[in-house]
């Protein structure tokens, strides 16, 4: 197998742990056992890359090019490099294309070639897709991220020993190592102390400038290397004391034996956001942004309350301490913010000239951290040359550029402790507010990387034995402290006896509360994904609203979505598919949802493919600045309502709509002469005089979101009549087939007609009925 090198085909050159992982693989899927493996966040290609060794394998050892393999991945960009891989010297895809498969279960192919001999490889953004395809398969490739420990375990029920399955993750603690061990299966793993055995190259290349298969020489080697620095400030922000408070609090929520899973990774998410918020929490809540989700830390407290009225017992009493620890940890956020330490450090870097990746939790933290230091005027002119800001997800999926060190701000989540151990960089530094904070992140450090180091023995002493191959280092014995140093009150220390003695698994649970066990249940979304929650933000969460229960049918059980008796849903009855109210649906009916974290990473993919153009540069500026002239109006003292009635003209008949604009919950006004006439009503005269422009990007912004809307709701539709490699745009690259794991079907099994009051923060979710 080859990868595509300009106009030709290049042979790899494969690194010892490139040959290590495919030997292991290849000996999993022959043997027919599960393999769970750990890999290096700069080893993004691994599961297209197995899936098409799979592939041709199976085609040799058969003589023919039909085999089918399933792969389950979020990266997109995962189908464009099976789309660059090539056998001998022709591509890969012309002798088996690839296929996504829809919301139905049905295949649909992207593009055929004259040598298509019948096989496939089928890459779909759900695990779940594949269930009906599991008996023509001859292996199955699963990332995380595309399936819950729950569809795993599904999966591998399903295909017991029959179909051999490979699950690829980063995080060192997931739940699905133990899923796979439950039936059977092993787990390979590396730590930083074997890498340098491993860049090595497996053979001599035959080709000059041929490159690894999954990760690059100097990068494992970057990465044994790299070293964890936790700056500790003395005596510590205000800030300190109440995230400890928070963090004990939301132990005792997770041990209450009442406790709502939803409700506990509500709490949990609400923890990381507060913990992690790089600025002040009325700033964070300022950022105009079109996420109608997106989570606004000054309704944190009045949620927690919400939660605690509709509790009872010990589980009431422990939401009212959590509610009052939030109260406390958002006072000392705004009272002494993550900022100004920032500041420092960023200045610093630039002073040095030293490149660095600053990790935030999200998108919008990232936008907030971004605009406060720009702002800021104690930081250097052009001080983003120096310092990039990218999300920990984004560093955790190996989307940063190598040889730059990172830096975190305060603790990471245990799902991204990966970047603890084998982070795609020299040097990884947590900035922590004081020695609390800076205790926890020491002892996560140690714990991680002794985690990695447990797997890796696991991998070459039990592991390799029973696939029966070798590897390529040996478990190496190392001090896990090794690698972090701790920089406590300006001064260079090793960790102590304290902290390597209380450092173990329970070092991210506070009270030693298996958290993540407890939220394993609803855990589809990442834990580090502050940005969305299962609260509508126009909604008051501490009250009842009414709704109906619509009771689905699941392979994971039976659900129920409370919806509103007037809410628009997409509904499927027979071949036709309407917008029809909640109220209609009946027992049969199959109700079409948006899969909130397919589309966020379609629209990721977008927005990559967009931002390289200097046109939409253009338009995303004016927009920006639309946003934040709207969030800016909410200083000038006048109602929702007065700027409305100040609106002469316009055809907007609720204040609520003006809210939104500030708020930053919709792109903008759907008349773009509103734009004008808004600036006329808040006295504005910056935005008046670019009223024409905005209004212009506006309007294009939306008909870029009705044509993709557009093509999302024909392809559904139309699906049997439609070619199968129709594209949203020839630019973008991306097919319409693609946009179909943004979608999930559900059979309405039955429907309460009789409304009921549910708490608000309820409507909306799907949960376990």
């Not at 029920?157 to 439950?182: E, F, H, K, N």
């Not at 956001?273 to 105009?288: C, K, M, N």
């Not at 939030?326 to 006072?331: E, F, Q, S």
């Amino acid at each position: 197998m080859r990868g595509r090198g300009g106009s030709r085909p290049l042979p790899f050159a494969p690194t010892v742990l490139d040959a290590e992982l495919l030997r292991a693989a290849d000996a999993a899927m022959t043997a027919r056992i599960p393999l769970a493996v750990v890999v290096p966040a700069s080893v993004t290609a691994a599961p297209v890359v197995l899936a098409a060794s799979a592939a041709v394998a199976a085609a040799l050892h058969r003589g023919r090019l039909n085999p089918q393999i399933g792969v389950a991945s979020v990266r997109l960009a995962d189908r464009d490099l099976y789309d660059e891989l090539a056998f001998r010297t022709q591509r890969l895809v012309d002798f088996v294309p690839r296929a996504v498969v829809t919301a139905a279960g049905q295949p649909q192919v992207i593009g055929r070639s004259k040598l298509d001999a019948g096989g496939r490889v089928y890459l779909t953004g759900r695990v779940a897709r594949l269930l009906p395809l599991l008996e023509r398969l001859e292996g199955v490739i699963v990332a995380a991220g595309a399936a819950t420990a729950d569809e795993l375990a599904a999966v591998l029920q399903q295909t017991g020993r029959r179909i051999p399955v490979v699950y690829l993750t980063g995080d060192p603690y997931d739940a699905g190592l133990d899923v796979v061990r439950s039936v059977g299966g092993v787990v390979w793993a590396w730590d930083a102390a074997c890498l340098p055995a491993l860049a090595g190259p497996a053979a001599t290349p035959r080709t000059a400038g041929a490159g690894a298969v999954f990760a690059a020489a100097q990068q494992l080697q970057a990465t044994g290397a790299a070293v964890v620095d936790i700056v500790v400030p003395q005596p510590g922000t205000v800030l300190d004391p109440a995230l400890d408070t928070l963090w004990k609090a939301a132990g005792q929520l997770a041990g209450t034996a009442t406790a709502d899973p939803v409700g506990l990774r509500w709490a949990w998410q609400a923890f990381h956001a507060v913990a992690s918020i790089p600025v002040r929490p009325d700033v964070y809540d300022r950022l105009p942004g079109a996420n109608p989700y997106r989570m606004r830390l000054g309704t944190l407290v009045e949620i927690a309350r919400g939660y605690a009225e509709h509790a009872a017992g010990s589980s009431r009493d422990a939401w009212l301490r959590f509610a009052d620890a939030l109260t406390d940890a958002l006072r000392a956020a705004t009272e002494q913010p993550r900022t100004g330490q920032l500041i420092d450090w960023v200045t610093a870097r630039v002073e040095a000239g030293e490149r660095a990746i600053l990790l935030v939790r999200g998108a919008s933290a990232a936008a907030t951290v971004t605009a406060a230091l720009t702002e800021s005027p104690r930081t250097p002119l052009g001080w983003e040359q120096t310092v990039a800001v990218r999300t920990v997800t984004a560093a955790a999926r190996g989307m940063v550029g190598p040889g730059v060190p990172l830096a975190v701000v305060g603790t990471l989540p245990r799902s991204r402790s990966g970047l603890l151990t084998l982070p795609p960089a020299p040097a990884v530094l947590q900035l922590t507010c004081g020695p609390l904070e800076g205790r926890r992140a020491v002892r996560q450090a140690v714990a991680a990387r002794a985690r990695m180091a447990h797997l890796r023995t696991e991998a070459v002493t039990v592991s390799a034995a029973a696939l029966g191959v070798t590897s390529g280092c040996g478990p190496v014995e190392t001090d896990p402290a090794a690698a972090i140093r701790v920089v406590d009150g300006g001064v260079l220390r090793p960790v102590d006896a304290n902290e390597m003695a209380s450092a173990e698994d329970t070092a991210w649970d506070p009270f030693a509360v298996d958290v993540t066990g407890v939220l394993r249940a609803v855990m589809a979304a990442a834990e580090d994904d502050p940005d969305t929650l299962p609260v509508r933000e126009q909604t008051s969460t501490d009250s009842d609203v009414p709704a109906i229960a619509v009771h689905l049918d699941d392979p994971n059980g039976p659900r129920v979505l409370w919806l509103p008796a007037n809410e628009l849903v997409t509904r499927r009855r027979g071949p036709t598919l309407s917008r029809v109210a909640a109220k209609v649906l009946q027992s049969g009916d199959v109700l079409l949802l948006v899969d909130r974290a397919a589309r966020t990473y379609l629209r990721v993919a977008l927005t990559e493919k967009l931002s390289e153009r200097t046109e939409y540069a253009a338009l995303r500026m004016l927009v920006d600045f639309w946003h934040a002239r709207a969030a800016a109006a909410r200083d000038r003292g006048l109602t929702q309502q007065q700027i409305l009635d100040r609106m002469t003209g316009t055809t907007v008949t609720t204040a609520g709509a003006v809210g939104h604009w500030m708020r930053g919950t919709v792109d903008g006004p759907a008349d773009s002469a509103d734009v004008a006439r808004f600036a006329r009503a808040v006295n504005d005269d910056a935005l008046l005089a670019e009223a024409e422009r905005v209004a212009w990007a506006l309007r294009t912004l939306h008909i870029v979101h009705r044509k993709l809307g557009a093509w999302l709701a024909g392809q559904v539709e139309t699906a049997a009549s439609r070619a199968k490699d129709n594209v949203v745009d020839a630019d973008l690259g991306v097919h319409v087939a693609d946009l179909l794991d943004t979608i999930t079907e559900h059979p309405v099994a039955d429907v309460d007609p009789a409304e009921q009051l549910v708490p608000a923060h309820l409507v909306g979710v799907l949960a376990s009925a």
